[in-house]
């Protein structure tokens, strides 16, 4: 167990609709991070925040978005969905806000399926 | 950006023998190198890191070494076993004020062939 906790572990819905994802960081860590995982492929890193405020941003699409909240728990965003937004999405979290030398610990991810 | 690149994409290894992944790095600066282990349909696990500091770390049958004048650093598994297969990524991180963005390999599916 990482104590990172990631909900709903599934969720099946349509093209066209919004889905909220949502992430509680292991305790005491302030840096939560999302990656989309597509079948068989790497971890592309999406979205940054750090206290409440977004760091870095990546490869994330615009239908997409994200917040933290002064809880630190952070939840994801996804509209208009697309048949290849189908993947995993995972949350990771760490103390770390920007010495940039610690490690990330993933949740153990939301399987998203657009039918 | 930074631009890591990991090989082989596919090992293959019978059991008892060893594995070695290698992966470069472009930035100067980056400063962390984790190297994370994940199996089919879960999340990855952190299985050892090295900092910029410390040119080689081990831990049982896992080390990872790290060459910094040519950007380069290595997993090796010694006394491979079964439960050894799985996706290994290599990322590496800088610091800077916009956070310790990862920055991932594409990964090696290691199989170890009992």
């Known amino acids: 167990d990482s104590g990172v906790t990631q909900t709903p572990k599934h969720l099946i819905t349509a093209t066209g609709q919004r889905v909220t994802l949502r992430c509680s960081p292991r305790?005491?860590?302030?840096?939560v991070y999302w990656y989309q995982q597509s079948l068989d492929q790497g971890l592309q890193f999406l979205i940054h925040?750090?206290?409440?405020?977004?760091?870095a941003k990546g490869n994330i699409l615009e239908r997409f978005s994200a917040q933290q909240f002064p809880d630190l728990h952070s939840e994801l965003n996804l509209s208009s969905l697309e048949l290849g937004d189908s993947a995993l999405y995972f949350c990771?979290?760490?103390?770390?806000?920007?010495?940039?030398?610690?490690?990330?610990?993933f949740g153990d991810g939301t399987r998203l399926s657009i039918l | 950006g930074e631009n890591v690149e990991q090989h082989p994409s596919t090992l293959s290894v019978q059991e008892g023998d060893s594995a070695v992944i290698k992966c470069t790095y472009s930035?100067?600066?980056?400063?962390?190198f984790p190297w994370y282990k994940q199996e089919l349909g879960k999340r990855p696990q952190l299985i050892i890191d090295?900092?910029?500091?410390?040119g080689e770390k081990k831990d049982q049958r896992i080390a990872v070494t790290l060459n910094k004048t040519a950007k380069h650093f290595s997993l090796h598994i010694t006394e491979t076993q079964p439960e050894d297969s799985a996706v290994y990524f290599c990322?590496?991180?800088?610091?800077?004020?916009?956070?310790?963005?990862?920055?991932f390999g594409t990964g090696t599916s290691l199989t170890v062939i009992p």
């Open positions: 990322a590496a991180t800088s610091p800077g004020n916009t956070g310790n963005q990862f920055y």
């Open positions: 305790s005491g860590d302030l840096s």
């Open positions: 090295i900092r910029s500091n410390v």
């Open positions: 930035d100067s600066a980056s400063n962390y």
């Open positions: 925040y750090y206290n409440g405020e977004e760091r």
């Open positions: 990771a979290s760490s103390v770390d806000g920007g010495s940039g030398n610690q490690p990330q610990h």
